[in-house]
Every structure is written in structure tokens, then in C-alpha cells.
């Protein structure tokens, strides 16, 4: 009997050892697993105070960077507004300018409209004097035109030119300044006033540059520039003529290729 409770007791006994020695390992695995993580949470915990502090430092630069733009913004608006006033002065100014020299040009324009009326007045009715008599002139076109076909046919060669000449400053664009305007350039040769005659002429080549008179009227040209000195006018004359074996015109370029 004594056998029995004394294995009995050695039995717990060492169960009991047993059941102690897998607690304290399990404790200690424990402290070991808690440690692990202790070292973990301190590793994110560092992570996530570096995160903390570089999104503070980037809030910062942001926050700089938006003060900067508006300070910028704030600049480039101050200085569009500026640049606005500025060219709505000058636009306005520009606009007082402009209405003065309106202003002005419609005087100037009214000036000259009443100096054509009179000078129109005064060649109407007096255009020139011949012979000690003054010339009369046709107010109107048709009238003007007869005026000079009568003084033509009549051997009047003074008064004829003298009316044609307004005929043409009237009525510049009439069709039958082809026929006056040879007359005239020619009449104003035969007078010595070449100038006068290359004015003409030149109308003459302006209005009617396939008239039939146009190899005469660059003719006259020609002589007329000749005689005034201006040789380049004469020399382009009649080297054109000379191409169209015209007149004289071999023996007239060979006269302007002298000219000087």
C-alpha cells in the first residue's frame, strides 16, 4: 500500500516538473514574439515620423510656392491693369488727334472746293486773252466741244487750243480727248513749252495707250526731252520708234545718245 501512494506522489511530482518547464517555455517564445514586435512597431512608427515630417516639409514648399504665384499674380495683374490704362490713354489720345486732323482736313477740303468754284467761275468765263479780246467759254460740255470745232474750222488756232485746254481739265476721261490731246501736246511743242507737251502726251499714253496717235505723241515725248535735256525720257522715245522704223526715229536716237 505504502508502495502504491509513494509512485503515486513521484507521478505528480513529475508531472508537475513537466507541466512547469513547457510553461516557462512558452513564456519566454512570449517575450521573444512580443520583443519582435516591439522592434516592428518601432520601425513603422520611424517610418511613418519621416512621412510625417517630409509632408510637412512639402505642405510648406506648397504653401510658399501658392504665396509666391499669387504675390506673381497679383504683380501681373497690377501691371496689365497699368499697361491697360495706359493704352486706353493713348488709344484716346490718338482718337482726339485724329478727329482734330479730320477737323482740319475738312476745312482744308472746303477751302479748296471754294477755290475750284472760283477758279472753275473765272475759267468759264475767261480763259484766256487773245488778240486783246478776252475768250468766253461754254459753261457746258457739248456746248465747249462745238466751241472748239468752229474755232479750228475758222483757222482760230489760239482760241481752239485755249478751249480744248479746259476741255481736257474738265473732263478728263472723255473719250474725245483722244483727237484734242495730240493737238494740245503738239501746239505746246511748237510754243517751246516742252513741258507742258510731255504732260500731255504722257495723259495721252495713260488714257489711250493703243490710240492712233500714239507713235506721234511718243514723238513729241521724245523731242520735247530732248530739247529740255532730259535725255533718258528722249533715248527710251525713240529707240521704241526706231524698232517701228517711224519718221526720223533711227536718226533721232543716234541725236539722243549724244545727249547729255
Known amino acids: 500500500m505504502k508502495f502504491r501512494i509513494v509512485c503515486f506522489i513521484a507521478l505528480v511530482s513529475l508531472a508537475f516538473c513537466s507541466t512547469g518547464f513547457?510553461?516557462?517555455?512558452?513564456?519566454?517564445?512570449?517575450?521573444?514574439?512580443?520583443?519582435?514586435?516591439?522592434?516592428?512597431?518601432?520601425?513603422?512608427?520611424?517610418?511613418?515620423?519621416?512621412?510625417?515630417?517630409?509632408?510637412?516639409?512639402?505642405?510648406?514648399?506648397?504653401?510658399?510656392?501658392?504665396?509666391?504665384?499669387?504675390?506673381?499674380?497679383?504683380?501681373?495683374?497690377?501691371?496689365?491693369?497699368?499697361?491697360n490704362v495706359q493704352l486706353a490713354l493713348e488709344l484716346e489720345q490718338s482718337r482726339n488727334e485724329l478727329a482734330a486732323m479730320r477737323g482740319r482736313l475738312d476745312v482744308q477740303q472746303k477751302a479748296l472746293e471754294e477755290m475750284q468754284a472760283g477758279m472753275q467761275s473765272v475759267m468759264s468765263s475767261m480763259s484766256s486773252t487773245s488778240g486783246g479780246s478776252s475768250v468766253i467759254l461754254p459753261n457746258d460740255q457739248e456746248s465747249l466741244y462745238r466751241f472748239i470745232e468752229e474755232n479750228k474750222a475758222a483757222g482760230k488756232a489760239d482760241i481752239a487750243h485755249t478751249a480744248m485746254v479746259e476741255y481736257i481739265r474738265r473732263y478728263p476721261s472723255d473719250g474725245r480727248n483722244e483727237q484734242l490731246l495730240p493737238l494740245v501736246a503738239s501746239t505746246c511743242a511748237s510754243n517751246g513749252n516742252h513741258r507742258d507737251a510731255i504732260s500731255y502726251a504722257t495723259k495721252y499714253l495713260q488714257l489711250f495707250p493703243k490710240g492712233e496717235s500714239r507713235n506721234e505723241i511718243i514723238y513729241i515725248m521724245g523731242d520735247s526731252g530732248l530739247k529740255i535735256g532730259n535725255c533718258d525720257l528722249a533715248k527710251k522715245s525713240f529707240a521704241t520708234l526706231q524698232a517701228m522704223n517711224y519718221r526720223d526715229a533711227a536718226a533721232r536716237a543716234k541725236e539722243a545718245a549724244s545727249c547729255k
Open 22 to 83: 513547457v510553461c516557462a517555455s512558452r513564456v519566454e517564445q512570449m517575450e521573444a514574439d512580443i520583443a519582435a514586435l516591439q522592434l516592428q512597431f518601432a520601425e513603422i512608427q520611424k517610418r511613418v515620423n519621416n512621412d510625417q515630417t517630409q509632408l510637412t516639409e512639402m505642405i510648406l514648399r506648397a504653401d510658399r510656392k501658392l504665396e509666391e504665384l499669387g504675390s506673381s499674380q497679383t504683380e501681373t495683374h497690377d501691371q496689365v491693369s497699368q499697361q
